[in-house]
C-alpha cells in the first residue's frame, strides 16, 4: 500500500477528514479526480465515497441567493436571528462532515425560522452545501462578501426584517414575483 494512502486511511480512522484542494489532488496518483453528470469534480477518497471540491466563490454567491443571509451574518451583512458565521469565528481547521452534523442537530429550528423568514424550507444539493460551507471558512473569499451580493427579492427580506417585520405571504408573493424559487 502506497504510503501517502495509508496516511490517508489512518487519518480517516481517527476521524480527521483531509480535505485535498483540487491543485493538490491532480499531483496524488491514488483515488481519481472525476466529474459526474456534469457536475462539479469530486474527489474519490476511497472505493465509492466521493467527496466534491469545495468552491468558495461559489459559496459566497449561494450564500447570499440561497437566502442563508437572512438570519445569519457574515462581514455585519446579514440577519441576526442566527450566529455570525465570519470564518474568524470558526476553528482554523474543520471537518465539514462536522459542520454539517452541527446544522442538522439544529435542523428543526432552522427549518422553522427558513419557513417562517423565507416561505419555505431552503434545498441545497450536496455540492451547494460543499460550497457555502468552504465559503464559511475561508476569510479572504469574506472579505469579498457585500450587500451587492444579495439579489434583490432577498434584501428586500432583510430590510423589512429590520423595518418591523413581514409577512408570510408577502414574502410568498416576492418568491413568485422572483422564479418561485429559493434562490
Do not use: Y
Request: charged share 20%.
Amino acid at each position: 500500500m502506497r504510503p501517502r494512502l495509508r496516511a490517508l486511511q489512518a487519518a480517516m480512522i481517527c476521524g480527521i477528514l483531509v480535505v485535498v484542494s483540487p491543485v493538490a489532488a491532480q499531483d496524488e496518483p491514488q483515488g481519481s479526480s472525476m466529474m459526474q453528470n456534469g457536475r462539479m469534480p469530486q474527489r474519490m477518497m476511497s472505493p465509492g465515497l466521493m467527496v466534491p471540491v469545495m468552491n468558495p466563490s461559489s459559496g459566497r454567491k449561494l450564500f447570499a441567493a440561497k437566502g442563508c443571509v437572512v438570519c445569519h451574518s457574515i462581514n455585519g451583512i446579514g440577519g441576526g436571528d442566527a450566529p455570525a458565521l465570519d470564518a474568524s469565528t470558526m476553528l482554523p481547521m474543520m471537518n465539514p462532515f462536522e459542520f454539517t452534523a452541527q446544522m442538522w442537530a439544529g435542523a428543526p429550528a432552522m427549518i422553522d425560522m427558513q419557513r417562517q423568514e423565507l416561505g419555505e424550507q431552503i434545498q441545497f444539493t450536496g455540492q451547494e452545501l460543499a460550497d457555502i460551507i468552504a465559503f464559511v471558512h475561508d476569510a479572504e473569499e469574506q472579505k469579498k462578501f457585500s450587500e451587492a451580493d444579495v439579489p434583490p427579492n432577498i434584501k428586500k427580506l432583510l430590510h423589512s426584517d429590520t423595518e418591523g417585520g413581514h409577512d408570510l405571504n408577502q414574502m410568498k408573493q416576492m418568491k413568485m414575483n422572483n422564479g418561485g424559487s429559493s434562490q
